[in-house]
């Protein structure tokens, strides 16, 4: 079972790969931003790696942003 599955996330490289292919999916920036009404200057510069993405668009492609907090000591521990 993935992490999704059981509800626990995913990191931001998931996110932006659902975004790509979402505006894969539905036919490129300029028809994905008719689609999802999100501002096709905002979706390219997030495809391309220039800005982060909105919130807007994170719930577009069925996400949605969580800020998480961990202990300074549980984050030394997993970057060793």
Do not use: Q
């Not at 790509?20 to 495809?47: E, Q």
Request: cysteine-free; glycine content about 10%; aromatic content about 4%.
């Amino acid at each position: 079972m993935t992490s999704s599955a059981r509800g626990e996330g995913v990191g931001k490289v998931e996110v932006l790969a659902a975004i790509r292919d979402a505006v894969r999916a539905a036919g490129g920036v300029r028809a994905f931003s008719r689609k999802t009404g999100i501002n096709k200057a905002t979706v390219s510069l997030v495809i391309n790696g220039h800005s982060e993405p909105a919130e807007s668009l994170v719930n577009a492609v069925g996400y949605m942003a969580v800020t998480i907090y961990r202990p300074i000591a549980a984050a030394r521990r997993n970057a060793a």
